[in-house]
């Protein structure tokens, strides 16, 4: 194990256009305990953590692992191990063959997959394929992965998510043993009763800024709770609390008592002379001291509920949204809802032995600024108004806070929330173009954190990042810049690179370096788009999700693990092994009018007047629809999730789909007098050009193109061991694609086609045959004689009535 390393966030601020996700946060967590992460949907956690990971850069500030960003980090993975959102897999895989491409790829011995794999409980899975892994088992294993190099750091995002309850206990007490390991655990969660259990610190972040640091113990502070007191002469009890001027509700079991503490309700009793049955003192819980201080409702320093001022409240809207709409000038960097208050200064943010609260406003004006009314000021005005309850001043808060909502409208809200998303989304793509010219500037950010110097984030390390333009190319290169992230078909010789330590070397090397072997060049393209390729891959590589692309059409609020990242991911390897890839998950369904469709459309889109019968997002690994005989395929496909091939009842993946290409036309028979009005079902199985031919002459009504692999071979541990990655793609698939592909393009264009379906020379038709057709070839004759195939395959005879050109004309045929 590497050495518990200090995760820390200083003044660490993060824009996504508009939107300030993370504003000024500062936090220093320590090895040796479990640090939760707490904080409503949208208030930054995942993309603090992402910044800490490296997956984005910083707008201004800094989010480093022991003292160094995660660029500059020798060894990543055995440094920080992080589970962040979903995990994509390749369903096909086993988990040992998953783990051990990343340990080769990070230069950890295989030793360690089976370590891991029985750390997290999937020891008996080693045989079962990914896909066939149900939430909870993808759960262990991307921990698996994180544990892979027995890393001094650990980064969980939401980790009991998919875990049954005996799921859930078990990762606390992993969470448990790594920390009294002496690691750093990090983990964000909504869970509060799970994080009441296992956290010894507290991180509360409120609308991208920090409200509360601190231990979980403080946080609870039972003097901040209630008491529960009863007597046998409750009147008597309650005229004494009362007197005492001491707020309390009565229930059945008892009388609660607000923010004091056992003594002093029990001396209120003795000095009544009152005997007591009951007296227990109770903290708040943690869900009660979270809500509270989202809202705002409780000081943050003081663990307190804040005083509040009625008066002010109407005068002064400084609370919570409305502070934000009224306070905040760019108010659309604080769409989302940052505080008003900007001392400038540094939040609460250390833990532990280690704690020092820097230079938090003195006024107590808390660590986000969210009591404003309370303090000095307040007070002097003489507007001071203490809740009698803790229920009291809740409801105040909230009707202050409602209040305020409804003077933000129309200035604030979801709607501009939205125009800030699309806003967003633009800039996304606007400011992915220049990236070069960003780091054309050059910036100090780009030497310290040892990124290549095309990437477009240099910009972003100016000293005034404030001022920096919206930056939005925020996806840090990781397929590039991180030595663990290697292309997916490459890992082998990815692995073997990572292994000697060349590739780390670069990564955190010179600015030349990157450039000299072309790395500059790849981390520029990984810059400049975002959402494809290296991201996606390194992820893989790294048997993590790391990060969810960001779409152009992403609209901030939505989760961003919807992203279809299996999706992507093995969309990036379709484009590289195949320039034909939209047909290998297409199962399109054409109308009759249709007949207008133009290759163009097959290859590059959908046409409005087809529809697709499949899910637009199947990966390459599901098993395209098999249009088989008793058509069972076609439903199997349909209800295969889009990263799920189809499994057999126990589970396991089932290679059943057809092994060969084929194509199904159905034809409506419509000239045939005994008909049924319904469209036959009789199906009729061509080839290559044919379906443009039948298409093109209307006869079509449905069409479904199908290509398939054969059954992958084993995919097995054993494979990788030899140090055999199997190709994942069929090379015969993607003939048959390309030979379609020729084949359209053959019959929609006046060019010259590339593809010959005619027979070998010495089968082609007699010469005399081809001299009857009317000025056919008249300008490439020869061209004929060349057109074989290399098989020697037979051009079969509607292949050359429906192989004319618009003008009646045969396109020429060139041999291959
Ligand atoms: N890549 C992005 N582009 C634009 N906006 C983003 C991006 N990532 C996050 N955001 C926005 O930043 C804000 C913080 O999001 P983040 O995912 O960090 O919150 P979170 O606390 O992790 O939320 P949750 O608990 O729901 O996961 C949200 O408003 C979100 O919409």
């Given at each position: 194990?590497?050495?518990?390393?200090?995760?820390?966030?200083?003044?660490?601020?993060?824009?996504?256009?508009?939107?300030?996700?993370?504003?000024?946060?500062?936090?220093?967590?320590?090895?040796?305990?479990?640090?939760?992460?707490?904080?409503?949907?949208?208030?930054?956690?995942?993309?603090?953590?992402?910044?800490?990971?490296?997956?984005?850069?910083?707008?201004?500030?800094?989010?480093?692992?022991?003292?160094?960003?995660?660029?500059?980090?020798?060894?990543?993975?055995?440094?920080?191990?992080?589970?962040?959102?979903?995990?994509?897999?390749?369903?096909?895989?086993?988990?040992?063959?998953?783990?051990?491409?990343?340990?080769?790829?990070?230069?950890?011995?295989?030793?360690?997959?089976?370590?891991?794999?029985?750390?997290?409980?999937?020891?008996?899975?080693?045989?079962?394929?990914?896909?066939?892994?149900?939430?909870?088992?993808?759960?262990?294993?991307?921990?698996?992965?994180?544990?892979?190099?027995?890393?001094?750091?650990?980064?969980?995002?939401?980790?009991?998510?998919?875990?049954?309850?005996?799921?859930?206990?078990?990762?606390?007490?992993?969470?448990?043993?790594?920390?009294?390991?002496?690691?750093?655990?990090?983990?964000?969660?909504?869970?509060?009763?799970?994080?009441?259990?296992?956290?010894?610190?507290?991180?509360?972040?409120?609308?991208?800024?920090?409200?509360?640091?601190?231990?979980?113990?403080?946080?609870?502070?039972?003097?901040?709770?209630?008491?529960?007191?009863?007597?046998?002469?409750?009147?008597?009890?309650?005229?004494?609390?009362?007197?005492?001027?001491?707020?309390?509700?009565?229930?059945?079991?008892?009388?609660?008592?607000?923010?004091?503490?056992?003594?002093?309700?029990?001396?209120?009793?003795?000095?009544?002379?009152?005997?007591?049955?009951?007296?227990?003192?109770?903290?708040?819980?943690?869900?009660?001291?979270?809500?509270?201080?989202?809202?705002?409702?409780?000081?943050?320093?003081?663990?307190?509920?804040?005083?509040?001022?009625?008066?002010?409240?109407?005068?002064?809207?400084?609370?919570?949204?409305?502070?934000?709409?009224?306070?905040?000038?760019?108010?659309?960097?604080?769409?989302?809802?940052?505080?008003?208050?900007?001392?400038?200064?540094?939040?609460?943010?250390?833990?532990?032995?280690?704690?020092?609260?820097?230079?938090?406003?003195?006024?107590?004006?808390?660590?986000?600024?969210?009591?404003?009314?309370?303090?000095?000021?307040?007070?002097?005005?003489?507007?001071?108004?203490?809740?009698?309850?803790?229920?009291?001043?809740?409801?105040?808060?909230?009707?202050?806070?409602?209040?305020?909502?409804?003077?933000?409208?129309?200035?604030?809200?979801?709607?501009?929330?939205?125009?800030?998303?699309?806003?967003?989304?633009?800039?996304?793509?606007?400011?992915?173009?220049?990236?070069?010219?960003?780091?054309?500037?050059?910036?100090?950010?780009?030497?310290?954190?040892?990124?290549?110097?095309?990437?477009?984030?240099?910009?972003?390390?100016?000293?005034?990042?404030?001022?920096?333009?919206?930056?939005?190319?925020?996806?840090?290169?990781?397929?590039?810049?991180?030595?663990?992230?290697?292309?997916?078909?490459?890992?082998?010789?990815?692995?073997?690179?990572?292994?000697?330590?060349?590739?780390?070397?670069?990564?955190?090397?010179?600015?030349?370096?990157?450039?000299?072997?072309?790395?500059?060049?790849?981390?520029?393209?990984?810059?400049?788009?975002?959402?494809?390729?290296?991201?996606?891959?390194?992820?893989?590589?790294?048997?993590?999700?790391?990060?969810?692309?960001?779409?152009?059409?992403?609209?901030?609020?939505?989760?961003?693990?919807?992203?279809?990242?299996?999706?992507?991911?093995?969309?990036?390897?379709?484009?590289?092994?195949?320039?034909?890839?939209?047909?290998?998950?297409?199962?399109?369904?054409i109308p009759a009018e249709a007949t207008s469709v133009s290759f163009?459309d097959l290859?590059?889109?959908?046409p409005?007047a087809v529809?697709?019968?499949?899910?637009?997002?199947?990966?390459?690994?599901?098993?395209?629809?098999?249009?088989?005989?008793?058509?069972?395929?076609?439903?199997?496909?349909?209800?295969?999730?889009?990263?799920?091939?189809?499994?057999?009842?126990?589970?396991?993946?089932?290679?059943?789909?057809?092994?060969?290409?084929?194509?199904?036309i159905?034809?409506p028979?419509?000239?045939?007098?005994?008909?049924?009005?319904?469209?036959?079902?009789?199906?009729?199985?061509?080839?290559?050009?044919?379906i443009f031919a039948a298409l093109a002459e209307g006869r079509t009504q449905e069409i479904?193109?199908?290509?398939?692999?054969?059954?992958?071979?084993?995919?097995?541990?054993?494979?990788?061991?030899?140090?055999?990655?199997?190709?994942?793609?069929?090379?015969?698939?993607?003939?048959?694609?390309?030979?379609?592909?020729?084949?359209?393009?053959?019959f929609y264009?006046?060019?010259?086609?590339?593809?010959?379906?005619?027979?070998?020379?010495?089968?082609?038709?007699?010469?005399?045959?081809?001299?009857?057709?009317?000025?056919?070839?008249?300008?490439?004759?020869?061209?004929?004689?060349?057109?074989?195939?290399?098989?020697?395959?037979?051009?079969?005879?509607?292949?050359?009535?429906g192989?004319?050109?618009d003008?009646?004309?045969?396109?020429?045929?060139?041999?291959?």
């Amino acid at each position: 194990m590497t050495d518990g390393q200090v995760l820390e966030f200083s003044h660490a601020t993060k824009r996504f256009g508009v939107l300030t996700a993370v504003d000024d946060l500062s936090a220093r967590i320590e090895p040796g305990a479990v640090t939760a992460f707490l904080g409503p949907n949208g208030a930054g956690k995942t993309t603090s953590l992402r910044m800490l990971l490296g997956q984005i850069r910083p707008t201004s500030g800094t989010a480093t692992i022991g003292g160094v960003s995660h660029a500059e980090l020798r060894h990543p993975l055995r440094t920080i191990g992080s589970v962040l959102e979903e995990a994509v897999y390749r369903p096909r895989r086993t988990a040992p063959r998953q783990l051990s491409i990343a340990a080769k790829a990070n230069g950890i011995p295989l030793s360690r997959v089976d370590e891991v794999l029985s750390l997290v409980g999937l020891q008996n899975e080693t045989e079962t394929r990914i896909g066939a892994y149900s939430l909870g088992m993808r759960q262990r294993l991307s921990v698996a992965g994180a544990l892979l190099g027995d890393p001094g750091a650990l980064v969980l995002d939401e980790p009991a998510n998919g875990l049954d309850p005996e799921g859930i206990r078990w990762m606390r007490l992993l969470m448990r043993r790594l920390a009294d390991e002496g690691r750093t655990v990090l983990v964000s969660s909504h869970v509060l009763s799970e994080i009441e259990q296992i956290a010894d610190n507290v991180l509360v972040l409120s609308k991208g800024r920090l409200v509360y640091a601190d231990s979980i113990g403080k946080l609870s502070d039972p003097t901040t709770g209630s008491v529960v007191v009863d007597a046998e002469d409750r009147a008597a009890l309650t005229t004494a609390l009362s007197e005492a001027g001491l707020t309390f509700d009565v229930l059945r079991s008892g009388l609660t008592v607000h923010n004091t503490d056992a003594a002093a309700v029990g001396a209120v009793a003795a000095s009544a002379g009152l005997a007591l049955t009951t007296l227990q003192q109770r903290g708040p819980s943690l869900e009660e001291v979270f809500l509270d201080l989202v809202h705002g409702r409780r000081d943050p320093l003081t663990g307190s509920v804040p005083v509040l001022t009625a008066p002010a409240a109407e005068e002064t809207p400084a609370t919570d949204d409305a502070a934000e709409a009224a306070a905040a000038p760019d108010a659309d960097a604080e769409g989302a809802g940052a505080p008003a208050a900007e001392d400038g200064t540094p939040s609460a943010g250390l833990f532990g032995a280690a704690v020092a609260v820097p230079a938090v406003a003195a006024t107590g004006a808390g660590v986000a600024g969210l009591f404003e009314k309370t303090g000095p000021a307040a007070a002097e005005a003489g507007t001071v108004a203490i809740p009698t309850t803790r229920r009291e001043a809740a409801e105040f808060a909230a009707a202050q806070s409602a209040q305020g909502e409804e003077e933000a409208q129309g200035s604030e809200g979801s709607d501009e929330r939205a125009s800030v998303a699309a806003d967003d989304a633009g800039d996304e793509g606007d400011e992915a173009a220049p990236a070069g010219a960003d780091a054309a500037e050059g910036s100090e950010e780009t030497s310290s954190d040892g990124v290549a110097p095309s990437d477009g984030e240099a910009a972003e390390g100016s000293a005034d990042a404030e001022q920096a333009p919206a930056e939005d190319d925020d996806e840090a290169p990781q397929g590039d810049e991180h030595g663990e992230a290697s292309a997916e078909d490459d890992e082998d010789s990815e692995a073997a690179s990572e292994a000697d330590g060349s590739e780390v070397d670069d990564k955190v090397g010179s600015e030349t370096a990157a450039t000299d072997d072309g790395e500059g060049e790849q981390a520029e393209t990984a810059e400049e788009q975002p959402t494809e390729g290296g991201e996606d891959e390194s992820t893989i590589a790294a048997g993590i999700a790391l990060t969810a692309p960001v779409a152009a059409d992403y609209t901030p609020g939505e989760p961003q693990h919807d992203a279809p990242l299996t999706h992507d991911a093995d969309a990036a390897d379709e484009a590289e092994g195949s320039a034909l890839g939209s047909f290998e998950t297409a199962a399109l369904t054409i109308p009759a009018e249709a007949t207008s469709v133009s290759f163009d459309d097959l290859i590059t889109g959908v046409p409005s007047a087809v529809q697709s019968t499949e899910d637009d997002d199947a990966p390459e690994d599901a098993e395209p629809a098999a249009a088989s005989e008793d058509g069972e395929a076609q439903d199997t496909a349909d209800e295969t999730s889009a990263d799920e091939a189809p499994a057999d009842d126990a589970g396991h993946e089932v290679d059943d789909a057809p092994t060969a290409a084929t194509t199904v036309i159905t034809t409506p028979h419509a000239d045939d007098e005994f008909a049924t009005p319904e469209p036959s079902t009789e199906t009729t199985e061509i080839a290559g050009i044919e379906i443009f031919a039948a298409l093109a002459e209307g006869r079509t009504q449905e069409i479904q193109v199908i290509l398939d692999e054969t059954p992958e071979e084993d995919d097995d541990l054993e494979d990788v061991t030899q140090g055999e990655i199997h190709h994942d793609e069929d090379p015969r698939a993607a003939a048959v694609s390309a030979s379609l592909a020729a084949a359209a393009r053959a019959f929609y264009t006046d060019d010259a086609p590339s593809y010959t379906p005619g027979p070998a020379a010495d089968e082609q038709p007699a010469a005399e045959e081809r001299e009857e057709q009317p000025a056919a070839d008249e300008h490439a004759p020869d061209e004929h004689a060349q057109g074989e195939h290399a098989d020697g395959e037979h051009a079969p005879e509607e292949h050359h009535e429906g192989d004319r050109n618009d003008d009646g004309q045969h396109p020429e045929h060139h041999g291959n």
